[in-house]
Structure formats: C-alpha cells, structure tokens
C-alpha cells in the first residue's frame, strides 16, 4: 500500500514538474507584438517584444567568390582523389553534368550524385591556393545555430571564419581552423568546451575539424548553440537567462549578430605534411553544402521578414520603420526611438513609438496604449517645465514646450513610470522581476524589482537554473534529485490535501 503511494506521489510529481519545465522552454519565443485589449472604455493594444522565427537563411543568400575565376571548369580541367591519385575526373563549365558552379553550395541535399562548388587545382603550386567566399544578405541577421560547412573534399588544412557588421566595410574573425594552430596562427588550439561564461566572446583557433583526408570528417562547424549554452543550460531550457544576457550585454548580442560572412581558404587537405608536387590535381577545394540558420534582426519590432526587390525587410510593428524597424514612423516621435527589450521576461517591454504632438488629437485606430499617452501632456514652450532631472532627457521643455522622457518613463513631467518599470534612484528601471508575472524561483526574492536574490544552490535571471550547471562537472543525479525534493512537497500539498491519502490510490 506504501509502495502504490509512493509511486502515485511520484508520478504527480513528474506530471507537474513536466509542465513547469515546458513552461520554462516556452520562455522567449516572443512570437507577438501586440494583443488586442476590451475595457470599459473600448479597445485597445497590448504592445509586447516580438521577434521573426528562425530560418534557413540560405534560401535568401548571395555568394561571391575571389579570385572570381577560381571555380573549375573555364579551361576544362581533371581533379583526382585524396585517397587514390589515380582515380580522376574532369570539371567543365560547359557540360552541366560535369559543371560545379558556386550555386551548388546552396541547392538541395539528398541528390545523386551529390553536387557541389569546386575550386580549381592547386596547379600554382608553390604559391598558396588562397580562396574567399563571402556570403550577404543586405540585411543584418541574428544566428540561432550553428553555422555547418559540408566539404566534398578533405576539410581545409588552414581556414578562417569571419563576420562582418557593417556589409563587408570590415572583417572581424569568427574561428581559426588548422591542423597546427600554434604554428599556423600563433594560437594555443581550444575548443568552444574550453570556453565559460566569462569566455564565450574569445575568438579561438580549433584542430577539431582540420584533420587530414579521412573518409566521414568532411562537416566543419561553428558552434552557436554551445555558446548559448553557457547561459540557458546544456539543453537549451533555461532561455530566460540567455535572453536576460542578451538583453543586457551588447557585445554578446553583437557576437551573435552579422551582415555577412567570410570563409577563407588558405590551404587545401593534402593528408599530409608535405604536397606532392608530381600529383598536384589531388589538391582542391570542393564544398557541397553550407547551413546558416538565423533571424532577420529587427530590434523585437516585429514577427515577420518579408523579401521585396531582392532584399529582406522587418514587417515593422510598433510604430517603427525601416530595414531593421530602426526608426520610428512619420509622426510617431513623441519620444525618441529605442529596441524592444527582452526583458521583463516572459513578453519583454515593446518600447513602442509614440505619436507626436501634431497626432495627439487624432490617435490612429486601436493604436492606443493608455499608460503612455500622459507622457505627451501638452506644457507651454515658453516656461520651464520642471522636468524630472532623472525621468527626463532635459529638464527643461523641448522646443514643442513638452518634457522628453527616457525609456520606462512617463507623466507630464517624466516623474512617473510605465508598466513594468519601477522608479529607483537614477530614474523608471526595467522590472526583472516582479510578484506577478516575472516571481523569482526556487526560493529566490526580488529585490526593488532589478535582481532576484538566489538560494546558494541556484543562479540565473529568476533563480531558474542550478549554479551545479556552472561546474564542469555538471549535476550529478543524486543532487539533482535533492534539489527538488522540498518545492516537491510544497507543491504537491494543495493537490493532496483534498484527497486524502487515500486519494493517491485512484491514479
């Protein structure tokens, strides 16, 4: 009878726990800019952070290559195999059965015989077969996973990822590749599970993927979702400290974030430590696909990225315009112009444009957001206002005669803070934490609504996540399983006290 209880008790508790823990996930997929709202006084919107859906990104890529007539085929040329120089064929741009041009790099995988980019040979040999391949977008874009490289050949002896913000102007790298870092590039070689949380921006040089020829080790990876690991857990669960990170980390949002991307080949597989200069036609390079996944970046103005004239665009919510939704709408600069934010988790704060001045007497249809419409109270342009020195940009008017409010605040003067903010010392702060949407976990207290104090045994935004995840070793079973038992209890008591113990026996 012991024994049946037990078993009832634990089951209850695996069903809870399941569903608190794909609450959790859900955390930060910010699939909604705005809600519609009835009140008494009609309807209105409920604006929250919003953001597009993550996408084969190849399906919109441009691809240039440098030299530009690197590709084989323009003469007709033979390439034989790493693994037997004897075994050759012939690339000719004219013949499309025999033509490997760079768009092969991006078609459909599955096919046979498999398709693929190839370089020419390395027939200038001794003089380095150096290759460029640059991918854009004309659009700033966010990655959600890992960047994966399918080479057809031996994955390169030597080849640098790199990243550009700013549509190729400048060129920051992402990763070296070699097969002897330290003699390649001056680097100690790591690996990203060398990395930590204080280390996850560090550019590193890898030989985990600069193998020579070997028969299935043709796949190199830039590793993203190991990265966001550090911070949302080894499974990807706890998204709400990844997205605090990003939120409040602008270099690590920016590492994430890129214009266009860089592959550069420096040397090809030879599976060797010397070339054979008598079988030159072994040496090449060959790529058969390349995964970019990500987002189009649109500073949580929108849910949507829509391709118009070869170029994606934001379909911009929230009052905001542009390519990236960076600018407000004509007549919406009733307060300057700043990102959503991902915070408070779980919907994040909109940070909508807001009508100007000229628009106050004529609100365009259900663009109402009540709270902030007292922020555009009216003040004449010729006394000093008495702006809040900490709510407002200025303390006087502007030349409109109105106080300009920082972010989060509102009120005729900028004294008074919006939902989801809370004034502390220098002004309206962005609540983390709060007792109704955003409670601290696992025992954990808000304080003034910026941080959540933690239990030693856990960490992360809202406590959410066990500070055992941080140790290398990991959490083992049996602390895992302590962790838990006393919320176990606490929550199971409401559920059981209605029953009795003999309820435990109907399940």
Known sequence: MYLSRFLSLHALWVTVSSVIQHYTSAWGHYDVCKTQIYTDEGKFWDYTACQPEAIDMMKYVKVSLDPPDITCGNPPETFCGMGNPYMCNECDAAIDELAHPPELMFDAEGRYPSTYWQSTTWKGYPQPLLVNITLYWNKTIELTDNIVITFESGRPDLMILEKSLDYGRTWQPYQYYATDCLNAFNMEPKTVRDLSQQTVLEIICTEEYSMGYMANSKILHFEIKDRFAFF???????????????????????????????????????????????????????????????????NLHATGCREENKKLLCECEHNTTGPDCGKCKKNYQGRPWSAGSYLPIPKGTANICMPSISSIGTPPKFDRIWPNISSLGVSNPNQECNCSRFGSVHDRCNERGICECKQGATGPKCDKCLRGYNWHNQGCQSNVCDNELQICQNGGTCHNNVRCQCPAAYTGVLCEKRSCEMDPDGCSQSSAQGAISLPCVILLLPLIAPLGLSGFLIF
Request: hydrophobic residues 35%; charged residues 25%.
């Open 232 to 298: 949302a857990g080894p499974r990807l669960h706890n998204m709400a400290s990844l997205y605090g990170q990003l939120d409040t980390t602008k270099n690590l949002r920016d590492f994430f974030t890129v214009t266009d991307l860089r592959i550069r080949l420096l040397r090809p597989a030879t599976g060797e430590i010397y070339v054979d200069p008598q079988h030159l036609t072994r040496y090449f390079y060959a790529i058969s696909d390349i995964k970019v996944i990500g987002r189009c970046k649109c």
